[in-house]
Each structure stands twice: as structure tokens, then as C-alpha cells.
């Protein structure tokens, strides 16, 4: 996951339009400036998932992925909620791991254990795959796809979603470190989707890397990760220059997200992408954000609604003025090339559309 020597292109076939998945991380409710806690476990937002759909997803016909973590699955009441859609065809559902609140719990709570990837392999393990069972058994099928909480993979996390079957990860976050706060550093790796290996040979099957779509803007944004890092840092901050840099259209960091970012944000990212010969995307979001009064992006009604908007009038110009699709992750997985393979069984026949129907509108 890590070794980006062993990286291998995961490229759309030749032609292909541009995809967009959406992933959701789906998780209990808890005050994000509170420090973290084995009593939060509450999951009314995810009552809100339905109408959700009803709003944006169901008329784009866009199934997006939730990402559940532990109190989701073994709550009852969100694990029906979530098998529901799951069976109706209108949403996929993979695995995310809070380690603080998924058994065993065998560590202290602290920030540097947020990070499941910091955890004893042993450990990370026992949480993962009790977590895969919990899962497996509320929707009644295993999980493929994984995205760490927090984006804590660490260096066992490939090794054990192989073991567990897994064959997808999306916890990278390109050109990004959390080691400030003692997680991963992802500078290296960057946003297009790749295969990795999952054991030490490289022998077994790859597993598929969709990183989370982010990346630079501006007149400045080939400088990348070497402005972004001492623009950052202490001194960068007390002189305010990324808000500096990014009211003069300069230089910004963008993630493909409606939390804390608008609209106009991520399309000129997404169009910037797309010069860059970027052709699969991902849109995530924190699941508590579809109700109000659970994080800092939905504190009103008239905030919900904008935030729903947003995800819809994003969808909808990816769609009509890009020339795009929409895809599951694994929808996504059938059709990437692997190396040395023209194509995975199963494509999807109506993705395809000829080149130009990538426009950078």
C-alpha cells in the first residue's frame, strides 16, 4: 500500500468516460473537538440515509457506498437500514474501522491509537476481522472494499484486508501526511487508482488502491505537495497564507467533498484533474453530515439541504457536462485494467463512450 515501488497503474480502458464513485464514511455520532470515546456509539443520523437517497441519489441513479463501522453494523436499527438499501440495489457497503469503539479493546485511547494502522498487527487484525463477521453477518455478505478510519493504514493493513479477502482499500489520502498527530504519511502516493500487493512476494492476488480524490488548484498548484508542506507548517499558518493563497486563486488544496468545501471548489478541481489525465473520482463525506447537528458542515436544516444540493449539482454536471458515469466501487474494480490483463470479466457494457466524451467543461 505504501511501497509505491510496487505500485502498478489501475488505468480505464482506453475510451472509457470518466467515473465517479461516492463513499461514505458511515460511523457513530461524536463532538469532533471532544477527545475520543468508548461510550460514543450512538447512530440516529444514519435514520436520515433514506431520504437521502430520496433527494439526491435515487433520481441520478448513483448508488453510492457506505463504509460502516461498528456501531453501525451491531446496532440493530441502522444495520436494517443499511440491509434494506443494500438488497435493493441502491447502495454497496464495505468496512470502516474506528478501533476505539470496535471490540477487542485491548489499547488505551489516544490519539496515536485512533490510527488502526498504529495498532499491533495482532490487534489491528482482531478488530478487523471481527469487524468484517459483524458485517458480513448483518448484511449478509462479506465486505470487499475498506477504508480505514481516520485514514489510519498502516504497515500490516495490506497483508491483513489480503487475508481477509478483501479486495479493495480506500484509505490514502494523496499527497498528504497525518504524522503530526501520528498517522500515515501518504505524501508520496498520488491520486490515481493503483494495485498493490497484499503479502511480501507479491504473489497473491492485487488488491485495488481508489485513493480519496484531492489535490492542488491555482495558478501555483505544479508546485504541489513542495508549496503545500511549508505553507503548513507553524510560520505559514501564523501568516495565514493558505487563505492568502487561496482567495488569490494561487494555490489551494481541494478535496472532492461537500464538507468544507463549495461547489466551484470541486469542480475546478476535478477539472484540473481531468487535464491532468485523471479519469475515476470519488466524492466522500461523513455520514452523521445528512442530519443536521452532528458535525461542524450541518448545524441547520437550511444547512442539510445545501449540503444534499451540492452533492446532487455535482453529480448532475459530472454526468452532463463532463460526459461521466457513474460507478460502484466494485463496478469500478470489474473494469480497471490489471497489469498485463486487457480487462476484468463483468465490465459494465454501457461505460464505455469514446474518448471525447471526457470534456473539461
Same mark, same amino acid.
Given at each position: 500500500?505504501?511501497?509505491?515501488?510496487?505500485?502498478?497503474?489501475?488505468?480505464?480502458?482506453?475510451?472509457?468516460?470518466?467515473?465517479?464513485?461516492?463513499?461514505?464514511?458511515?460511523?457513530?455520532?461524536?463532538?469532533?473537538?471532544?477527545?475520543?470515546?468508548?461510550?460514543?456509539?450512538?447512530?440516529?443520523?444514519?435514520?436520515?440515509?433514506?431520504?437521502?437517497?430520496?433527494?439526491?441519489?435515487?433520481?441520478?441513479?448513483?448508488?453510492?457506498?457506505?463504509?460502516?463501522?461498528?456501531?453501525?453494523?451491531?446496532?440493530?436499527?441502522?444495520?436494517?437500514?443499511?440491509?434494506?438499501?443494500?438488497?435493493?440495489?441502491?447502495?454497496?457497503?464495505?468496512?470502516?474501522?474506528?478501533?476505539?469503539?470496535?471490540?477487542?479493546?485491548?489499547?488505551?485511547?489516544?490519539?496515536?491509537? *485512533?490510527?488502526? @494502522?498504529?495498532?499491533? $498487527? %495482532?490487534?489491528?487484525?482482531?478488530?478487523? #476481522? !471481527? /469487524?468484517? =463477521?459483524?458485517?458480513?453477518?448483518?448484511?449478509?455478505?462479506?465486505?470487499?472494499?475498506?477504508?480505514?478510519?481516520?485514514?489510519?493504514?498502516?504497515?500490516?493493513?495490506?497483508?491483513?484486508?489480503?487475508?481477509?479477502?478483501?479486495?479493495?482499500?480506500?484509505?490514502?489520502?494523496?499527497?498528504?501526511?497525518?504524522?503530526?498527530?501520528?498517522?500515515?504519511?501518504?505524501?508520496?502516493?498520488?491520486?490515481?487508482?493503483?494495485?498493490?500487493?497484499?503479502?511480501?512476494?507479491?504473489?497473491?492476488?492485487?488488491?485495488?488502491?481508489?485513493?480519496?480524490?484531492?489535490?492542488?488548484?491555482?495558478?501555483?498548484?505544479?508546485?504541489?505537495?513542495?508549496?503545500?508542506?511549508?505553507?503548513?507548517?507553524?510560520?505559514?499558518?501564523?501568516?495565514?497564507?493558505?487563505?492568502?493563497?487561496?482567495?488569490?486563486?494561487?494555490?489551494?488544496?481541494?478535496?472532492? *467533498?461537500?464538507? @468544507?468545501?463549495?461547489? $466551484? %471548489?470541486?469542480?475546478?478541481?476535478?477539472? #484540473? !484533474? /481531468?487535464? =491532468?489525465?485523471?479519469?475515476?473520482?470519488?466524492?466522500?463525506?461523513?455520514?452523521?453530515?445528512?442530519?443536521?447537528?452532528?458535525?461542524?458542515?450541518?448545524?441547520?436544516?437550511?444547512?442539510?439541504?445545501?449540503?444534499?444540493?451540492?452533492?446532487?449539482?455535482?453529480?448532475?454536471?459530472?454526468?452532463?457536462?463532463?460526459?461521466?458515469?457513474?460507478?460502484?466501487?466494485?463496478?469500478?474494480?470489474?473494469?480497471?485494467?490489471?497489469?498485463?490483463?486487457?480487462?476484468?470479466?463483468?465490465?459494465?457494457?454501457?461505460?464505455?463512450?469514446?474518448?471525447?466524451?471526457?470534456?473539461?467543461?
Amino acid at each position: 500500500m505504501f511501497r509505491t515501488a510496487t505500485h502498478r497503474p489501475a488505468d480505464l480502458p482506453p475510451g472509457h468516460s470518466p467515473v465517479l464513485a461516492v463513499i461514505v464514511d458511515t460511523e457513530e455520532e461524536f463532538d469532533w473537538t471532544k477527545p475520543l470515546s468508548r461510550g460514543n456509539r450512538g447512530v440516529t443520523a444514519i435514520d436520515a440515509l433514506e431520504a437521502s437517497h430520496e433527494a439526491v441519489y435515487d433520481a441520478l441513479g448513483l448508488k453510492p457506498a457506505y463504509v460502516i463501522d461498528h456501531p453501525v453494523a451491531a446496532t440493530p436499527s441502522s444495520a436494517r437500514i443499511l440491509r434494506r438499501l443494500q438488497d435493493a440495489g441502491r447502495c454497496e457497503v464495505g468496512t470502516h474501522l474506528h478501533p476505539w469503539v470496535n471490540p477487542p479493546d485491548a489499547e488505551i485511547v489516544t490519539s496515536t491509537t *485512533s490510527y488502526a @494502522g498504529n495498532l499491533p $498487527a %495482532e490487534l489491528e487484525h482482531a478488530k478487523l #476481522a !471481527l /469487524l468484517t =463477521d459483524v458485517i458480513g453477518d448483518a448484511m449478509g455478505r462479506r465486505p470487499i472494499l475498506y477504508k480505514a478510519g481516520r485514514y489510519g493504514a498502516g504497515p500490516n493493513t495490506a497483508g491483513i484486508l489480503a487475508g481477509l479477502g478483501y479486495r479493495m482499500d480506500a484509505s490514502v489520502v494523496p499527497w498528504m501526511s497525518f504524522g503530526d498527530d501520528g498517522g500515515p504519511d501518504f505524501r508520496a502516493i498520488r491520486v490515481q487508482p493503483y494495485w498493490f500487493s497484499g503479502d511480501d512476494d507479491g504473489a497473491g492476488e492485487p488488491l485495488l488502491e481508489l485513493p480519496l480524490t484531492s489535490g492542488f488548484c491555482g495558478l501555483l498548484r505544479g508546485l504541489g505537495p513542495r508549496l503545500h508542506g511549508p505553507v503548513t507548517r507553524p510560520l505559514g499558518m501564523r501568516l495565514h497564507l493558505p487563505g492568502l493563497l487561496a482567495r488569490s486563486r494561487l494555490f489551494e488544496r481541494v478535496r472532492l *467533498s461537500p464538507e @468544507g468545501c463549495t461547489l $466551484a %471548489e470541486m469542480q475546478r478541481l476535478t477539472r #484540473a !484533474l /481531468l487535464r =491532468d489525465g485523471v479519469r475515476v473520482f470519488t466524492l466522500t463525506y461523513h455520514s452523521p453530515s445528512v442530519a443536521v447537528g452532528h458535525t461542524p458542515y450541518v448545524r441547520s436544516e437550511e444547512q442539510r439541504r445545501a449540503f444534499l444540493a451540492t452533492i446532487a449539482t455535482y453529480a448532475t454536471w459530472f454526468r452532463d457536462s463532463l460526459g461521466g458515469t457513474f460507478r460502484t466501487p466494485s463496478e469500478i474494480l470489474a473494469v480497471l485494467q490489471r497489469p498485463g490483463a486487457d480487462r476484468a470479466p463483468g465490465v459494465p457494457a454501457d461505460g464505455d463512450r469514446p474518448a471525447a466524451a471526457a470534456r473539461v467543461a
